[in-house]
């Protein structure tokens, strides 16, 4: 599938709704460097599942109809780029604020970022699928 440039607009629009669908707690935000920290790496990560969905996924399997390999190959990346989130954010906690409490990793904390990383990654796709064929319903309806 060729893709079109994507205008700079539409990328800031991603941006701005990142951060309104992930709102930060103004007072960690701004009490310490950890907080902004931790908002820039929560953003960072939902914005390359956004990416890779948008940019890698949804082109190199869901375009060339093979929904199967699509859907498993998204599902383990969500799962990785969750997992590795999460690392991430605690990594900068102890880094930031003192290493207060040793690295943990639960289920509990997996599905609440994966819930996020799945908005991500369904967003990116619905994006690059209106992207692609919005301009394609345009030109059948004039014929």
Not at 53 to 59: E, M
Not at 62 to 72: D, G, I, N
Request: glycine share 6%; net charge positive; aromatic share 18%.
């Amino acid at each position: 599938m060729k893709t079109k440039k994507f205008p700079f607009l539409l990328h800031v629009v991603i941006v701005l709704l990142t951060i309104l669908l992930s709102p930060p707690d103004v007072g960690r935000l701004f009490g310490s460097m950890g907080g902004l920290m931790q908002f820039v790496i929560s953003i960072a990560f939902l914005l390359l599942m956004f990416y890779l969905c948008f940019y890698w996924l949804v082109p190199s399997w869901l375009a060339r109809k093979q929904t199967a390999l699509f859907v498993v190959i998204a599902f383990v990346l969500i799962n990785v780029v969750t997992f590795f989130g999460y690392m991430a954010l605690q990594l900068s906690h102890n880094a930031f604020d003192g290493p207060a409490e040793a690295l943990r990793y639960n289920a509990g904390m997996h599905f609440s970022g994966f819930h996020a990383i799945l908005t991500a990654a369904l967003f990116g796709t619905l994006f690059r699928a209106v992207y692609e064929w919005f301009p394609l319903i345009q030109v059948s309806k004039t014929n």
